[in-house]
């Protein structure tokens, strides 16, 4: 086990020091984040753009460390190495135990997981839950035992609660029992108790979007923007640079080129494998970026077993320098981006709006603060916006009474969660303080007694950019009938 103690040191010592930027960065939340964390005061089965287990994370840690930033993000740095070590056991149990830690050592330092363990995303569990079903599917195409099934049902079922695209691993695994002639495992008792499993943990969130009209559903077609009609190369680009991003600037070229030429891969044991759970993935986003629009990131479970494939190639071929050259770029790459702000500065870089990666993060820690100041004035005023970053980053950052701040939606429309748990209606004769960054609705005077601006949150970040937002009081709610 010499291996696996040489990357339990690494992995360790790695995440101490992730640990510690993580800590000592100063970044505020990130409005998916902020909203991450307010999912988690609510629990529920299903929220309006993502299954529960984000928020379930959000929960399990701030429970024990509190609601700091830190604390939000705690889930990052419990999950890869977790994610990390799977692997290992994976690629050992598929290969050898040298290989198995050239696996763990190129998928711990991507520059996708570096970065996101510095903040909390869907991502993060979905690595996990993916890689543990994985390593289930190969132990029940060797053991066939029961424990076996019954672990990669209740990892798919807690993949599909963290996000949809876990149901990708359904179509890898029926390709690989039909061309690997293993088909007869598709009507064991055995696979469908598990599939029962699945559908079983997976069950409750599929009643609350019943009972909510499937938002969750709507929203994720909405965002991948399938209906606009046409081949959209210039997303298509853009996604495949990403990858890059994502799994290295030596790593996914490499590993482009290994499947265009497959027949350098076919001499590896379980390459078909690997195949089927990495390239239907990567097929099937891809399309997507070049139907409608698709993030970098939504491919990621497709470097699971990329990781694992490409760790093999370059063992047994001792492309030792590669994997060198492919470690050092991806740790210079993440160093980078965790010391950026201080690099810039070493290098006397004045940053503004164009250069700084982190200036979408930047400011509200200190809006909440001026929030405050004014919102002490009227303590009976509740927080009202109607932009999901404002509401987001105010509950955090102000933490109002129970939580209590209300969407802005007299149309009745359904763009974002707060809009599905907050209510107007009922609230007449209320007092708001309504925070705006666009200019006052035509329409929104009608609805109350008084209106008067009251303050302005402003922030100078840089030279070249700031952010600033309204305030303003609105008095007795006259309801949703004018």
């Not at 460390?65 to 070590?85: H, K, M, N, Q, W």
């Not at 695209?165 to 064991?188: C, N, P």
């Not at 008067?452 to 309204?470: M, N, Q, R, T, V």
């Amino acid at each position: 086990m010499r291996y696996f103690l040489y990357l339990l040191f690494i992995v360790l010592g790695l995440t101490a020091y992730r640990a510690w930027v993580v800590l000592t960065n100063g970044l505020p939340l990130y409005v998916d984040e902020a909203q991450y964390w307010y999912w988690a005061q609510h629990l529920a089965w299903g929220y309006y753009s993502k299954p529960p287990m984000i928020a379930a994370v959000i929960a399990a840690t701030t429970s024990v460390c509190g609601d700091s930033e830190s604390c939000v993000r705690a889930g990052s740095l419990i999950f890869y190495p977790l994610s990390t070590f799977i692997l290992f056991f994976l690629t050992r149990r598929l290969f050898d135990e040298k290989t198995a830690f050239i696996a763990g050592l190129i998928f711990i330092t991507l520059p996708a997981v570096g970065l996101s363990s510095l903040i909390i995303s869907t991502d993060v569990a979905l690595f996990f839950f993916w890689t543990l079903a994985l390593f289930a599917f190969v132990r029940v195409l060797e053991t066939d035992a029961w424990l076996d099934w019954v672990l990669l049902g209740v990892a798919l079922g807690l993949g599909l609660l963290t996000k949809y695209t876990m149901g990708i691993f359904f179509l890898s695994a029926a390709l690989y029992l039909m061309v690997s002639g293993r088909w007869h495992f598709l009507i064991k008792a055995r696979a469908w108790a598990a599939v029962f499993i699945a559908a079983l943990i997976f069950a409750p969130n599929l009643g609350w979007n019943w009972q909510n009209n499937f938002p969750t559903f709507q929203h994720t077609a909405e965002i991948s923007h399938l209906e606009q009609v046409g081949l959209h190369w210039s997303s298509f680009t853009e996604f495949l640079l990403g990858q890059v991003g994502v799994f290295g600037f030596v790593f996914f070229p490499l590993l482009l080129f290994l499947l265009i030429n497959f027949r350098r891969l076919h001499q590896l044991p379980n390459a078909g494998l690997l195949l089927c759970f990495s390239l239907p993935f990567l097929l099937i986003i891809s399309l997507q970026a070049l139907l409608g629009t698709a993030n970098a990131n939504w491919a990621a479970p497709t470097y699971v077993a990329a990781t694992s494939l490409l760790a093999a190639w370059l063992v047994t071929w001792q492309h030792t320098r590669l994997l060198i050259v492919g470690l050092i770029i991806n740790l210079s790459l993440v160093l980078g981006l965790y010391h950026y702000q201080s690099l810039a500065q070493w290098m006397g870089l004045d940053l503004n709006a164009k250069n700084d990666i982190y200036k979408r993060v930047r400011g509200w820690d200190a809006l909440g603060q001026q929030y405050l100041a004014i919102q002490a004035q009227y303590p009976n005023a509740l927080p009202l916006a109607e932009e999901r970053g404002i509401l987001s980053e105010l509950t955090y950052y102000t933490r109002p009474i129970g939580l209590n701040i209300v969407s802005w939606n007299p149309e009745r429309k359904l763009r974002h969660h707060y809009d599905l748990v907050t209510r107007l209606e009922g609230r007449e004769g209320q007092d708001f303080l309504l925070v705006t960054s666009a200019q006052l609705p035509a329409h929104m005077p009608s609805y109350f007694q008084s209106l008067e601006k009251i303050g302005e949150l402003k922030l100078h970040i840089y030279k070249d950019y700031e952010l600033s937002y309204a305030v303003y009081r609105l008095q007795g709610f006259k309801g949703l009938t004018q």
